[in-house]
Nanobody, 124 residues
Framework: QVQLVESGGGLVQAGASLRLSCAAS????????MAWFRQAPGKEREFAAG????????GYADSVQGRFTISRDNAKNTVYLQMNRLKPEDTAVYYC?????????????????WGQGTQVTVSS
């Protein structure tokens, strides 16, 4: 099973930017859609952004549309999440996930590999 390791989280002020990275252990990474989910304290894990197997198609939650950009480099087995104009409500643990599908879906149960998560904290 593919292993995923996230990096790039941190503490920033509102309006700042962060770039998250997720490195996968296997070349099978390139056969899966990938996504970033996030979970704030006391809330359920929610879909933030996803990218299809080839990288041609992406999907975003309404709350991040226009501010976040997901991308992938299949040659490097890595997926990225560029987060701009961060808001305090973006504060959460961000998880990278690999899907059992080649297309983007928003349902957590469609993802069979998860990273350990990286904390993003946005102060006001």
């Amino acid at each position: 099973q593919v292993q995923l390791v996230e990096s790039g989280g941190g503490l920033v002020q509102a309006g700042a930017s962060l770039r998250l990275s997720c490195a996968a252990s296997e070349r099978t990474f390139s056969s899966s859609a990938m996504a970033w989910f996030r979970q704030a304290p006391g809330k359920e894990r929610e879909f933030a952004a996803g990218v299809s197997q080839t990288g041609a198609r992406t999907g975003y939650a309404d709350s991040v549309q226009g501010r976040f950009t997901i991308s992938r480099d299949n040659a490097k087995n890595t997926v990225y999440l560029q987060m701009n104009r961060l808001k305090p409500e973006d504060t959460a643990v961000y998880y990278c996930a690999a899907s059992t599908f080649r297309v983007v879906t928003t349902t957590p149960s469609h993802y069979n590999a998860w990273g350990q998560g990286t904390q993003v904290t946005v102060s006001s």
